[in-house]
């Protein structure tokens, strides 16, 4: 399984981005699509996720009302729309996968097996 993750850069406050994230490898029918961030010196965290197959989402509540993720089955990408970006939105954003997760509330890093490289998100004030 490979994960390519991609769309971040520099945005001022309140603008938008959508985070792309292209995976390759396998069917992921059963799979849980998640994505996450981290900032220097803080645990990775937890943003939002969606079910392949169903398409139920879950977000994290520092996100809920902001972000919207989604998933292109023809195309095998999951994406994450940000939109009222804020200062604090500012980190790396890693997509994750795994078809381990019995719902869509896989929350925790150690849920997903396959993750990809990062993209950064920084928000200007």
């Known amino acids: 399984v490979q994960l390519q993750a991609s769309g971040g850069g520099l945005v001022q406050a309140g603008g938008s981005l959508r985070l792309s994230c292209a995976a390759s490898?396998?069917?992921?029918?059963?799979?849980?699509m998640g994505w996450f961030r981290q900032v220097p010196g803080k645990e990775r965290e937890f943003v939002a996720a969606?079910?392949?197959?169903?398409?139920?989402?879950y977000y994290a509540d520092s996100v809920k009302g902001r972000f919207t993720i989604s998933r292109d089955n023809a195309k095998n990408t999951v994406y994450l729309q940000m939109n009222s970006l804020k200062p604090e939105d500012t980190a790396v954003y890693y997509c994750?996968?795994?078809?381990?997760?019995?719902?869509?509330?896989?929350?925790?890093?150690?849920?997903?097996?396959?993750w990809g490289q990062g993209t950064q998100v920084t928000v200007s004030s």
């Open positions: 490898g396998r069917a992921f029918s059963n799979y849980v």
């Open positions: 994750a996968a795994d078809n381990r997760p019995s719902t869509v509330r896989a929350i925790k890093t150690w849920e997903y097996k396959y």
């Open positions: 969606i079910t392949w197959s169903g398409g139920s989402t």
